[in-house]
């Protein structure tokens, strides 16, 4: 299997520099700064093969960003080896921004007053496509996009999602092996996040373009990837199946119950699950406690069954845990065992 990107025991580490307060302190910063350290981003190591299209996941400031920097060659590696495409993102500069793409959600490529067409012309060149691969390729993309109303237009004067679907265009202009894209469907209408979901689909089987896919937006990633990597604090905590990572922590059901008695507590609950794979967290409503318990049939009418035999219950409702709520667990207990 041929590997796009390579990680290995990749680091960031930022300087933050603090300022010393008062006149004398800020005397003394003239001469030296006091700073500490940050790391953002841990020796991390992972690969990536061609055609895989991978979720780059976890909360704010959990290293993405940095990260995918590294990895486009716009931040240097305190320490670590990153390939991508075969070369170093920040040595072989020109030859390596042929080969990728990227969409940066709050970032454009396009430029802000002149019709999308003349970006994609300018773009054109800069990357030196020729014009039979560009008007074959192009015309694919522009149609699948359905952007072809929107090319004589201002960037200026699109709506976000139209924008979008143009900077998508864009990014996939020279037809790169590789595509990183970060959040890209952010703040977009449902129609339009699936138009791009499917497009993404397409020129995956079609090219078998490489995707690396940072998001919020976890219906993006079970939508498209297979894989995700998961980071937490600068660290990857899963690597894995999106599947397994289901399988293995979302087998569960909740039960969610809802109490006549106002004075329900943990104390009294606790025992009710003695012996069995389940716990109580608290609901959202007062009175309401949800057991989480594994998907077994015998465990969960036995849970039931000993509830409602100990207390008043004025409304059971059970339900599956979702991806989300799954990798909310994940970050609330930290690191898991893929
Ligand atoms: N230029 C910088 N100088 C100092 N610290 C930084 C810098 N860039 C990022 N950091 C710190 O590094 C850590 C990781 O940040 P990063 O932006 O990579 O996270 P992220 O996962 O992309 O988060 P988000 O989802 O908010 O974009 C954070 O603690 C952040 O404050």
Redesign the pocket.
């Known amino acids: 299997m041929e590997k796009i990107i390579q990680v290995d025991q990749l680091r ?1 580490e ?3 520099f603090s300022s010393r307060s008062g006149l004398k302190g800020a005397f003394r910063d003239l001469f030296t700064r006091n700073y500490k350290v ?4 841990k020796d991390i190591s992972f690969d990536i093969n061609k055609g895989e299209m991978v979720g780059y996941i ?12 590294m990895l486009t060659g716009i931040l240097t590696p305190t320490s670590g080896i990153v390939t991508v495409n075969g070369m170093d993102p920040h040595k072989e500069r020109e030859k390596f921004v042929k080969s990728i793409g990227v969409v940066f959600g709050q970032r454009s490529q396009l430029w802000w007053d002149i019709a999308v067409q003349e970006s994609f012309r300018l773009l054109k060149k800069v990357y030196k496509v020729p014009d039979d691969v560009y008007k074959k390729h192009m015309n694919h993309v522009i149609e699948s996009l359905d952007i072809a109303p929107l090319l004589d237009k201002p960037v200026r004067k699109l709506s976000l999602g139209q924008r979008m679907r143009c900077e998508l265009a864009a990014a996939l202009l020279h037809n790169p092996s590789l595509l990183f894209l ?1 959040e890209p469907t952010i703040g977009l209408d449902v129609l339009v996040k699936l138009k791009i979901r499917n497009f993404l689909k397409e020129i995956n089987e079609k090219y078998q373009t490489t995707v690396l896919l ?1 998001t ?1 937006d976890l219906t993006d990633i079970e939508a498209l990837c297979e894989r995700v990597i998961m ?1 937490d604090e ?1 660290q990857i905590i899963y690597d894995g199946k999106l599947s397994k990572l289901k399988s293995n922590w979302g087998e569960g059901k909740q039960i969610e119950f809802q109490f006549a008695d106002v004075e329900i507590s943990r104390m009294k609950l606790n025992p009710l699950l003695t012996e069995l794979e389940a716990e109580w967290t608290r609901g959202d409503r007062q009175n309401v406690w949800v057991a989480n318990v594994l998907n077994d049939e015998h465990v969960i009418s036995e849970v039931i069954g000993r509830v409602v035999a100990a207390h008043k219950i004025t409304d059971i409702k059970i339900h599956e845990i979702s991806t989300e709520e799954i990798i909310r667990n994940i970050y609330e207990e930290g690191a898991i065992n893929a």
């Open positions: 960031k930022f300087k933050s940050i790391p953002a981003v976890g909360e704010n400031g959990a290293g993405k960003s940095t990260s995918i920097k970060d940072t919020h980071l600068g």
